[in-house]
């Protein structure tokens, strides 16, 4: 993917940001940069004091909120239990960046991003259980926080509304790849046909997943902060714990054929990919000893929610459909660089994983 960091005037960003912090900045290097460019400042105070936040790409979106509500939201959560950065400056000016960017506090800590395994430190048994309970414990928290806050913030959307949104996009993104994976439709009219009428209405982060959360440190799990508000409403709590499902991996879980995805595409690499996922799940340590089953996230959540996971399989399919959505998004920002995208074939497989479940074949 296309990323801008190369192109920053780090003096004349630094000078800004010492005017408006009034500390003195004294570095700024790239975190990240990719989906968002992540900058850490620092400071004659601290060396990591602040990340700056600033879009990449995908903010024209349906599903991406404009930065300044992400940046709202954030300010709302100050006022919450909920352990987040906190919000220290909105810019949006683009003349000293190229676009918006906010600053928020720095955490220490670390993520566990997309298919990778835990940190050394948390690869036994015990510490694998008590960092899904504490992922679960999170999520519960965020769906009990007071919706009022988030109103005029955050957009409400019912499941029949979060389905329509998604299939546009998809309608779009395709349009323009010329991409038309098989198991498409399929998922698309049964998602419309099964989204329940009635939902509960909480805060949704709506991307709640190991890779936006920070771990401490420490020999054992602790979560200090949840990252990456841009997807957040106001909506049906259980779209986030279908979402979290979603990478979770029981060991007794059916592995389907690739058969038609390597005749389909001849990219090695990619279907190789494909084949240690199918195998090991999108985060091959929920697989491993220690680590809770899927049922049992499920009735830790409903224990302290008092929110029943009802409509199981709608949740779920919604989830990986909704990540093809994402990553389709991602292969047509390729395609219109007029940049090599291997996206294809990974989409494909997580419309497969929702047609299964779907259908039933792949149990909770």
Not at 265 to 292: C, H, M, V, W
């Amino acid at each position: 993917m296309t990323t801008c960091g190369a192109n920053i005037d780090f003096a004349t960003l630094e000078s800004y940001l010492s005017a408006e912090l009034v500390e003195v900045v004294t570095g700024s290097e790239v975190l990240r940069d990719g989906l968002n460019l992540s900058l850490a400042i620092s400071t004659e105070r601290d060396t990591k004091a602040y990340v700056l936040r600033r879009p990449n790409m995908l903010r024209h979106t349906s599903y991406i909120n404009e930065l300044e509500q992400e940046y709202e939201v954030m300010q709302q959560l100050r006022e919450t239990t909920m352990r987040t950065p906190a919000p220290v400056l909105f810019c949006d000016d683009e003349s000293v960046l190229g676009d918006s960017f906010f600053v928020m506090t720095h955490l220490d800590g670390e993520a566990v991003p997309l298919g990778s395994d835990l940190p050394e430190r948390f690869r036994n048994a015990k510490s694998r259980e008590r960092l899904a309970n504490n992922l679960i414990d999170t999520l519960a928290e965020l769906h009990s926080l007071a919706v009022e806050p988030f109103e005029g913030v955050c957009e409400r959307k019912t499941p029949r509304e979060l389905v329509a949104r998604v299939t546009k996009q998809f309608d779009e993104a395709t349009s323009v790849t010329g991409h038309e994976p098989p198991e498409l439709q399929f998922v698309a009219k049964w998602l419309r046909r099964n989204a329940p009428s009635k939902a509960e209405t909480t805060l949704v982060h709506g991307d709640f997943r190991p890779g936006n959360v920070l771990f401490a440190e420490t020999d054992h799990p602790e979560i200090v902060g949840v990252l990456d508000w841009e997807t957040a409403t106001l909506g049906e709590p259980r779209t986030d714990l279908g979402y979290l499902l979603l990478r979770w991996r029981d060991r007794d879980d059916p592995t389907p054929s690739l058969d038609e995805l390597e005749a389909r595409y001849s990219n090695e690499d990619a279907i190789e990919q494909l084949r240690e996922r199918n195998e090991n799940g999108i985060s091959p340590f929920t697989a491993k000893s220690g680590s809770p089953s899927r049922r049992e996230l499920v009735a830790r959540y409903e224990d302290e929610t008092g929110i029943q996971f009802e409509n199981e399989r709608f949740y779920r399919a919604h989830a990986a459909f909704s990540l093809a959505v994402v990553w389709e998004d991602f292969h047509r920002e390729q395609i219109e660089a007029g940049e090599e995208s291997d996206w294809e074939p990974h989409i494909d497989y997580m419309l497969m994983i929702a047609e299964s479940i779907a259908r039933g074949e792949f149990p909770l």
